[in-house]
């Protein structure tokens, strides 16, 4: 692969992660902390690139003898691409038609691979599928705040569940709560609500669930939802691969927020 064309490639690198800070998109990978270290890797990347184009006489105008120098090394590289040959201890080495090419310069091109995808395939936050297959974690917490004063008390799906495993659901007694999340199909036909949290990124992803009691509202897997309803006990305590149970009153449906992660 030629310079020109790796200072291409790290130009588009770097505006797919510049434009991907900017518009927001970042967020279905990343947690909203990384915003200006992604930025700054973008914009070094964008400034990298640049900066090779201009050693490499991409964005000036090239002397005679430059001019003279490119056109010897693309008539080399044309006679090469059509001849077999090989680069030894004594430089470049044509096959006499017995041996195998190398073809290690054309495999560089796959790079260009995950820079398109980036740039033009914008792939979704992560949903039902990893929910119901990555890892699930009720996180045991030593201080919980106060609900909200008053009914409904707008929670995070991974509080309620620490509030219903490892405080046995007291702080939830009497009190109509709020969550919101997506759904997931489970094996028994039923539904849980998910939302899931980040430590980093995508990769270290892990799920919250809760399973959702008296669901009389027909959801389908990945549809987000607000639900409205209170704490009943079941689905285990002091366990963190427990997934509590509420007693819904309300669902409703919604749209998926910008920032899908807790």
């Not at 430089?91 to 260009?112: E, K, N, S, T």
Request: negative net charge; hydrophobic residues 45%; proline residues 6%.
């Amino acid at each position: 692969m030629k310079r020109d064309i790796q200072a291409l490639i790290v130009v588009l690198l770097g505006g797919a992660m510049v434009r991907i800070s900017l518009d927001g998109t970042y967020l279905r990978y990343l947690k909203p902390a990384m915003f200006w270290f992604l930025l700054a890797a973008g914009l070094f990347l964008v400034g990298l690139g640049l900066v090779s184009a201009w050693f490499d006489g991409l964005l000036r105008k090239p002397s005679e003898s430059q001019m003279v120098t490119e056109e010897a090394d693309e008539r080399l590289d044309a006679y090469l691409d059509g001849h077999p040959h090989e680069v030894g201890s004594h430089g470049i080495q044509i096959d006499d038609g017995h041996g195998h090419g190398a073809g290690g310069p054309r495999v560089a091109w796959l790079l260009l691979l995950p820079v398109l995808g980036v740039l033009f395939v914008v792939p979704p936050a992560l949903g039902a599928y990893a929910a119901d297959r990555g890892s699930v974690a009720a996180k045991p917490s030593d201080v919980l705040p106060s609900l909200a004063v008053g009914d409904p008390a707008a929670i995070p799906v991974a509080e309620y569940v620490t509030r219903a495993v490892w405080d046995g659901g007291r702080t939830l007694q009497g009190r109509t709560v709020q969550l919101t999340g997506f759904a997931v199909r489970r094996s028994d036909g039923g539904f849980d609500l998910a939302r899931l949290s980040l430590t980093c990124c995508a990769a270290d992803a892990i799920a919250a669930k809760v399973q959702l009691k008296n669901l009389d509202t027909s959801v389908v897997p990945d549809e987000w939802l607000t639900i409205t309803g209170r704490w009943v006990p079941g689905g285990g305590v002091d366990s963190p691969s427990a997934v509590p149970w509420i007693e819904v009153s309300i669902a409703e449906p919604i749209e998926a927020p910008d920032q899908t992660y807790e």
